[in-house]
């Protein structure tokens, strides 16, 4: 896994990223990064995510917009 001082700190504008734990909130993780982040997040977020969490996450969660979902879901097949 990453190091936590790599997380991408512009998508937690309302927390303190250093207080994310990279597997503890892993869906929180990745769904902000899916619904805020650039391609330097998302590059991010792939290379600390296997593929098959980052899917999980996108089909159970409540957070991601449905533009964004969509677009992921294509994204991801």
Avoid: C
Wanted: avoid cysteine; hydrophobic fraction near 35%; aromatic fraction near 12%.
């Amino acid at each position: 896994m990453g190091k936590q001082q790599d997380i991408p700190r512009a998508l937690f504008w309302d927390i303190d990223p250093s207080r994310l734990d990279l597997q503890e909130n892993k869906g929180y993780i990745i769904e902000r990064t899916l619904e805020f982040g650039d391609d330097k997040a998302v590059k991010w977020l792939f290379s600390n995510y296997p593929r098959s969490d980052i899917k999980k996450v996108l089909a159970s969660s409540r957070r991601i917009s449905r533009k964004s979902a969509n677009y992921w879901s294509l994204i991801l097949k």
